[in-house]
């Protein structure tokens, strides 16, 4: 009997399994991730994004500006392996020994600890687990303070290979003349693995801090650099400039800062799977996303960025080239793209022509229709469904292109959510409205975008020289 | 005609089950685990039969599912969740294609398609490989949003109601496109087979 082509697909489907390995150690990283601060490769995408929370992150954006947090920079840091920037004067806490606590066969040793006015670093290592200790994940980790409160971390990561579990964690700054506090971390009870870890399930370390560095602390000195960018001035242009530099064993780390033009960009970012590095000889050097020093509020701050030069056997200059920049605009007004007559009472699935090419910042968007859409009824709201706007964008000009739209008409209508991304064909761009579907003469704007800008940007960086 | 798959019948109960998970996703990340363990697969097969390889099928389910990691407390439970994460996951592919435009549109020649090596362990492993490659071959042979229509109904298993809400159309539209288009790969496969 020949197969019907339903069986034929489900027979070729049922085929296809992603391996165990993969499934296993992608898990592992995403639970690793919750404790990984590192900026993401991409700016982030808005997605179900109530209106009020662009406004939101259009304060936050403003208040943790890029020059005032490297004004604060200027000369007050040094680096310290293993912890990463340290701001160097007297108020800063140092663990001036190793402190280790030993249960069940096991040790954790914290090894260094560093208190600023930015942030809490914490490193530390366990050692002695037993062999059943793999799934050990401890992911509970928080700074117990005399007073009984926590302090949450804020970013940093750990591993767990061969047995030994080593830690970099960062948390918020100490409260202002807090010395003795308690590192706390466990297994997360809610752990399904939890039962199949064999080493102990939690760990209290305590420990004090004072001004005293260790006797034998080795702090790096951040090395001032001028290396800039050569982009043409322009409406849009981004001037990246590499502002510190640290000499480390095997490579460098690079601080740097973008000065943007546009006022409306409010965030520029390193698009890491484009930029390059060349040596004077053309010999390609490696290059690693870094840490850059989080804002004392726990924020990520923007327009600035760190790289590692992942190699130190070059001939310099070494000269960093970029195509793109992740950019994020917010157009606190709403730059108008199309309009278009609703009608009295737009009805769902009522559609709208637009076929126009805009031009927004220098990239092109071409918006093909809009359609009028509903909430998905399936989970059984108690209150009526909001009506959308689905807006169909084409295509774009830039590699990447994720805008946020909100259109006004009469009517009370505003905007409530709805989704955000690159929009296609297949998938518009919708935004639902409370108060009612906003009708008549309908025009919509612009307010936030996340896109790829295009250029070609060269940097061309010395190392400093040894007694710098 | 019998379009019934595996994901059909228990549409009802599969989405309920998910609301449940995603709430307790949205109180412990731990518990996102049981999400990922039942979606994987489906996200998997949804980029494997459009790319034709392994490696950037995982590469692309792992980037769907760390941004829905990531961005699960923002989830608003206003409609399926497998609606969102394929969201996401088509988005993941819009971006693939723009950073790989240059590779002839995308397009996978049978020749270099990684077959599963699990097809080909079967007794009748010849046969398989020729199905295998047969589907393949007729998906190639759909438009872009023809593709993404079978994929979802087979590939991710959704219902229609679901895939009506991935694709903003109707449940009816989606159900309607879907028996449409196996007509014609009906029709090719026979003209193929003559």
Same mark, same amino acid.
């Not at chain 2, 099928?57 to 699960?72: I, M, N, R, T």
């Not at chain 2, 007794?123 to 593709?147: C, D, H, I, N, Y």
């Given at each position: 009997?020949?197969?019907?082509?339903? &069986?034929?697909?489900?027979?070729?489907?049922? *085929?296809?399994?992603?391996? $165990?390995?993969?499934?296993?150690?992608?898990?592992?990283?995403?639970?690793?991730?919750?404790?990984?601060?590192?900026?993401?490769?991409?700016?982030?995408?808005?997605?179900?994004?109530?209106?009020?929370?662009?406004?939101?992150?259009?304060?936050?954006?403003?208040?943790?500006? $890029?020059?005032?947090?490297?004004? *604060?920079?200027?000369? +007050?840091?040094?680096?310290?392996?293993?912890? =990463?920037?340290?701001?160097?004067?007297?108020?800063?806490?140092?663990?001036?020994?190793?402190? *280790?606590?030993?249960?069940?066969?096991?040790? +954790?040793? !914290?090894?260094?600890?560093?208190?600023?006015?930015?942030?809490?670093?914490?490193?530390?290592?366990?050692?002695? #687990?037993?062999?059943?200790?793999?799934?050990?994940?401890? &992911?509970?980790?928080?700074?117990?303070?005399?007073?009984?409160?926590?302090?949450?971390?804020? =970013? =940093?990561?750990?591993?767990?290979?061969?047995?030994?579990?080593?830690?970099?964690?960062?948390?918020?700054?100490?409260?202002?003349?807090?010395?003795?506090?308690?590192?706390?971390?466990?297994?997360?009870?809610?752990?399904?693995?939890?039962?199949?870890?064999?080493?102990?399930?939690?760990?209290?370390?305590?420990?004090?801090?004072?001004?005293?560095?260790?006797?034998?602390?080795?702090? #790096?000195?951040?090395?001032?650099?001028?290396?800039?960018?050569?982009?043409?001035?322009?409406?849009?242009?981004?001037?990246?400039?590499?502002?510190?530099?640290?000499?480390?064993?095997?490579?460098?780390?690079?601080?740097? *800062?973008?000065?943007?033009?546009?006022?409306?960009?409010?965030?520029?970012?390193?698009?890491?799977?484009?930029?390059?590095?060349?040596?004077?000889?053309?010999?390609? !050097?490696?290059?690693?996303?870094?840490?850059? +020093?989080?804002?004392?509020?726990?924020?990520?701050?923007?327009?600035?960025?760190?790289?590692?030069?992942?190699?130190?056997?070059?001939?310099?200059?070494?000269?960093?080239?970029?195509?793109?920049?992740?950019?994020?605009?917010?157009?606190?007004?709403?730059?108008?793209?199309?309009?278009?007559?609703?009608?009295?009472? $737009?009805?769902?699935?009522?559609?709208?022509?637009?076929?126009?090419?805009?031009?927004?910042?220098?990239?092109?968007?071409?918006?093909?229709?809009?359609?009028?859409?509903?909430?998905?009824?399936?989970?059984?709201?108690?209150?009526? #469904?909001?009506?959308?706007?689905?807006?169909?964008?084409?295509?774009?000009?830039?590699?990447?292109?994720?805008?946020?739209?909100?259109?006004?008409?009469? =009517?009370?209508?505003? $905007?409530?959510?709805?989704?955000?991304?690159?929009?296609?064909?297949?998938?518009?761009?919708?935004?639902?409205?409370?108060?009612? #579907?906003?009708?008549?003469?309908?025009?919509?704007?612009?307010?936030?975008?996340?896109?790829?800008?295009?250029?070609?940007?060269?940097?061309?960086?010395?190392?400093?020289?040894?007694?710098? | 005609?019998?379009?019934?798959?595996?994901?059909?019948?228990?549409?009802?109960?599969?989405?309920?089950?998910?609301?449940?998970?995603?709430?307790?996703?949205?109180?412990?990340?731990?518990?996102?685990?049981?999400?990922?363990?039942?979606?994987?697969?489906?996200? %998997?097969?949804?980029? %494997?039969? @459009?790319?034709?390889?392994?490696?950037?099928?995982?590469?692309?389910?792992?980037?769907?599912?760390?941004?829905?990691?990531?961005?699960?407390?923002? %989830?608003?439970?206003?409609?399926?969740?497998?609606?969102?994460?394929?969201?996401?996951?088509?988005?993941?592919?819009?971006?693939?294609?723009?950073?790989?435009?240059?590779?002839?549109?995308?397009?996978?020649?049978?020749?270099?398609?990684?077959?599963?090596?699990?097809?080909?362990?079967?007794?009748? @492993?010849?046969?398989?490989?020729?199905?295998?490659?047969?589907?393949?071959?007729?998906?190639?042979?759909?438009?872009?949003?023809?593709?993404?229509?079978?994929?979802?109904?087979?590939?991710?298993?959704?219902? %229609?109601?679901?895939?009506?809400?991935?694709?903003?159309?109707?449940?009816?539209?989606?159900?309607?496109?879907?028996?449409?288009?196996?007509?014609?790969?009906?029709?090719?496969?026979?003209?193929?087979?003559?």
């Amino acid at each position: 009997m020949t197969k019907s082509l339903e &069986n034929k697909i489900n027979d070729a489907v049922q *085929s296809v399994e992603p391996t $165990p390995e993969f499934t296993e150690k992608l898990w592992k990283e995403m639970r690793a991730s919750t404790q990984t601060d590192r900026a993401p490769q991409r700016a982030p995408q808005l997605r179900w994004l109530p209106a009020a929370a662009v406004i939101a992150l259009a304060v936050i954006l403003l208040v943790v500006s $890029p020059q005032r947090v490297w004004a *604060s920079l200027r000369g +007050l840091f040094d680096f310290l392996p293993g912890i =990463g920037l340290v701001q160097d004067d007297e108020t800063t806490l140092y663990l001036y020994e190793p402190v *280790s606590l030993e249960q069940d066969g096991a040790v +954790l040793t !914290i090894e260094q600890i560093v208190s600023d006015t930015n942030q809490t670093v914490v490193s530390y290592r366990i050692e002695g #687990l037993p062999k059943n200790s793999q799934r050990c994940s401890y &992911n509970v980790n928080r700074l117990r303070l005399p007073n009984g409160k926590e302090l949450l971390p804020t =970013g =940093g990561g750990l591993s767990n290979e061969g047995g030994i579990v080593q830690a970099r964690i960062q948390f918020f700054a100490l409260p202002e003349g807090v010395t003795q506090a308690a590192l706390y971390t466990a297994v997360d009870p809610d752990d399904p693995e939890i039962s199949t870890c064999g080493a102990p399930k939690e760990w209290k370390v305590d420990f004090s801090l004072s001004t005293e560095k260790p006797a034998d602390m080795e702090l #790096l000195p951040v090395v001032e650099s001028t290396a800039e960018s050569t982009a043409e001035a322009g409406d849009n242009d981004v001037k990246i400039s590499i502002d510190k530099s640290v000499a480390l064993d095997d490579g460098y780390i690079l601080y740097g *800062s973008f000065q943007l033009s546009n006022p409306n960009w409010q965030a520029a970012g390193i698009d890491f799977e484009t930029i390059t590095a060349q040596d004077a000889a053309g010999k390609e !050097i490696p290059l690693e996303q870094e840490d850059v +020093l989080p804002d004392p509020n726990g924020f990520t701050v923007d327009n600035i960025f760190a790289i590692k030069v992942a190699d130190k056997d070059f001939t310099p200059p070494l000269t960093l080239h970029m195509k793109n920049l992740w950019i994020n605009a917010i157009y606190n007004e709403g730059i108008p793209v199309f309009s278009f007559d609703a009608g009295p009472d $737009p009805q769902v699935g009522q559609n709208w022509e637009i076929d126009k090419e805009v031009t927004v910042d220098g990239i092109r968007i071409n918006f093909r229709d809009v359609e009028v859409v509903e909430e998905p009824t399936d989970q059984g709201r108690d209150d009526s #469904l909001e009506k959308g706007y689905a807006i169909t964008v084409t295509e774009s000009s830039a590699q990447y292109f994720s805008g946020t739209y909100f259109c006004a008409g009469q =009517g009370e209508g505003t $905007p409530d959510y709805g989704t955000a991304g690159p929009s296609s064909e297949l998938y518009p761009f919708i935004y639902y409205y409370s108060g009612g #579907l906003p009708y008549g003469s309908v025009t919509c704007s612009i307010f936030h975008a996340n896109f790829l800008h295009p250029g070609n940007w060269d940097i061309e960086w010395q190392p400093p020289l040894a007694d710098e | 005609m019998d379009l019934t798959i595996k994901g059909e019948r228990n549409q009802h109960e599969r989405m309920a089950e998910d609301v449940e998970l995603v709430g307790a996703a949205q109180r412990n990340p731990l518990e996102f685990e049981a999400l990922y363990r039942k979606w994987l697969t489906p996200v %998997y097969r949804y980029f %494997y039969f @459009r790319l034709g390889n392994v490696k950037d099928a995982e590469d692309l389910s792992a980037q769907v599912f760390l941004k829905a990691y990531q961005d699960l407390p923002c %989830y608003r439970s206003r409609g399926a969740f497998s609606a969102w994460l394929f969201t996401i996951a088509h988005a993941r592919l819009v971006d693939y294609y723009r950073k790989n435009s240059r590779k002839a549109a995308l397009e996978v020649s049978i020749e270099e398609l990684e077959i599963p090596v699990s097809a080909m362990d079967l007794p009748e @492993r010849a046969a398989q490989k020729g199905e295998f490659e047969q589907v393949f071959s007729l998906l190639m042979g759909l438009t872009e949003k023809e593709q993404t229509l079978i994929r979802l109904r087979f590939m991710a298993e959704l219902s %229609y109601r679901e895939i009506g809400q991935v694709l903003h159309c109707k449940e009816d539209t989606a159900r309607k496109s879907v028996a449409r288009l196996l007509e014609r790969m009906k029709k090719q496969m026979e003209n193929d087979h003559d």
